[in-house]
């Protein structure tokens, strides 16, 4: 039997693994070894001084965590009304992040609880919460892009081959935007799955590659809604998983004109919107 995990789990020379002791049962045996363990710890994000959200996540790219969260939350609609962003070093362990806008005024309270709607819509009816996304003004991604089937199957392996923390842990999620011909631009691991999403798209408003129009978005587990969401306001026309999605999540990309594939694996797969995408 496992024991529980010792809260003080030793940190490795990475802050996103720690390492930790416990007891592993095999065919009726009992041996005590030292095992990996994915990180999970508190992000708070500030705009200014004034707290706006609280994640939890694994530390690492954290500023590109943070760009991407202030973008698929309508915060910020571009790099140019992003001042600054940098960690707060009185912080406890880095765990706080703060960022300024270029642009006049302040983000008021009432603009925070219309960004955050979406997310937050647990309970509240599906026509609702699409209709906050419109409100937004997210457009149908490109719908020129093309991607083949056969291209479409290679990706989940090609993202657990770039998946290090996983590879150690197998306690992370993970998201990675690929060109039509299957060449990886980036990858992101997290604790959740939405935090990997915007450390990808934060990574591509840093590097002034927004909209990611000419890009497939491949994710582990499940294309739920706030996903969803994210990969449209980043412009993105090809979204696939490995899981399920959600009903949401399927009448959304029907409504915005996004590809959404789900059970990619092996050589099977599931379209649920924009088949014509897929050659």
Known sequence: MMESVNPKAKLTGQRNIALTSVEQWQDGSVTRVQDYLAVEEPLEIRLGETPISVTMRTPGHDLELTAGFLFT????????????????????????????????????????????FAASSCGICGKASIESIRIRGIHAPNAD?????????????????????????????????????????????????????????GWALENDRLPLSECVLMVSGRGGFEIIQKALVAGIPVLASVSAPSSLAVQMARELGMTLVGFLRGKRFVIYSGAERIS
């Open 73 to 116: 939350e309508g915060i910020i609609s571009s790099r140019n009304e992003l001042k600054s962003i940098e960690k707060v070093e009185s912080a406890t362990a880095g765990n706080t992040v703060t960022a300024k806008l270029s642009r006049d005024g302040g983000v008021t309270a009432e603009q925070l609880q219309r960004n955050f």
């Open 145 to 201: 892009f093309r991607l083949k089937a056969s291209l479409l199957c290679e990706l989940p392996e090609k993202l657990r081959e770039s998946q290090a923390v996983f590879g150690r842990t197998g306690g992370l999620h993970a998201a990675a935007a690929f060109t039509s011909s299957g060449q990886l631009l980036a990858l992101r691991e997290d604790i959740g799955r939405h935090n990997a999403v915007d450390k990808v798209v």
